[in-house]
């Protein structure tokens, strides 16, 4: 084969690979809705936020803002929610693995955005610290708890973990996988404050009155449904129910009911 040929034939190669990887990808996007309304199964995976999703410990049965969602969604799409539970570090991998459809409400992150696509925006929220009243009475802002002698920590591959590399340059950073870890090595006070979402941390004082969140906020993002990358179907059907979710109130509402209020709403 001459030089021209083998150009002709390495051109045509590249645009073969280009072609085919756009109809996988096209084909994956349609398969993702096809097999949830074919199976109707819609399966979700989740990990602990609150108040957004975790398990009543008196019943032990999933609550939170983003359980209703989902479960609205469900109904909306003809399906049953499954629910399969992961963790913050690996839930944007399980998508892109296939173990699941989307996921519960997340916060939309450059490093997740790379590997996922996201809905449009449902809610937004800041970052701050959660510790004992009065160490928290003897400080002003988070800024004076990035010192070498304090221990804090957050929950591994969660978006205030992100924050907190970025923010804090003196404190020890402590990342332990799941929410109730880091609580209680906080209520037993093997570190000195728990870093995560605002909203998060007023549900854990409300279960905690002991407990008081560090004024002002170090970090914030707004909190999306993950879904997989070029699945522009799935994502239009998910924006379109979105969409009607906010303008009937049930946003707002699930917001209150769960000890937020309205600020938190993307509109």
């Known amino acids: ?6 150009r002709n034939f390495s051109i045509a190669l590249v645009g073969g690979v280009v072609a085919l990887g756009a109809m996988v990808t096209a084909v994956r996007a349609q398969s993702t809705l096809n097999q949830i309304e074919n199976q109707k199964v819609l399966r979700v ?6 108040p957004y999703l975790f398990r009543n410990p008196k ?7 983003s359980y209703e969602l989902f479960e609205n969604m469900g109904k909306a799409l003809g399906a049953k929610v499954q629910w399969v539970e992961d963790s913050w570090a690996t ?13 519960n409400l997340m916060a939309i992150t450059p490093p997740r955005a790379r590997v996922v696509d996201f809905s449009e925006p449902v809610t937004k929220h800041g970052l701050s610290l959660i510790a004992f009243k009065d160490k928290v009475a003897k400080t002003s802002s988070w800024k004076d708890w990035d ?3 304090v221990r804090i920590d957050v929950t591994l591959g969660a978006n205030s973990d992100m924050f907190v590399t970025q923010m804090f340059k003196h404190a020890q950073i402590v ?33 905690h ?3 008081a969140v560090v004024p002002g906020s170090f970090g914030g993002s707004e909190v999306a449904v993950a879904l997989p990358k070029g699945d522009s179907q799935l994502a239009n059907r998910i924006n379109s129910f979105l969409d009607k979710e906010k303008k009937s109130g049930q946003i707002d ?15």
Do not use: C
């Not at 991998?93 to 989307?102: E, N, R, S, T, Y």
């Open 147 to 149: 010192r070498s002698d």
């Open 45 to 50: 995976g989740w990990a602990v936020w609150y």
């Open 91 to 103: 839930l944007p991998a399980g998508i892109q693995a296939g173990k699941f459809d989307v996921t």
């Open 175 to 207: 990342r332990l996988k799941t929410v109730p870890e880091n609580v209680l090595a906080l209520l037993s006070k093997r570190v000195d404050a728990h870093a995560s979402t605002i909203d998060a941390l007023k549900a854990i004082q409300k279960e």
């Open 209 to 211: 009155p002991e407990l």
């Open 1 to 6: 084969m001459n030089r021209r040929a083998l």
């Open 253 to 267: 509402h699930l917001l209150v009911k769960y000890g937020l209020d309205s600020s938190f709403a993307v509109k």
């Open 59 to 65: 019943t032990d049965k999933l609550e939170g803002i």
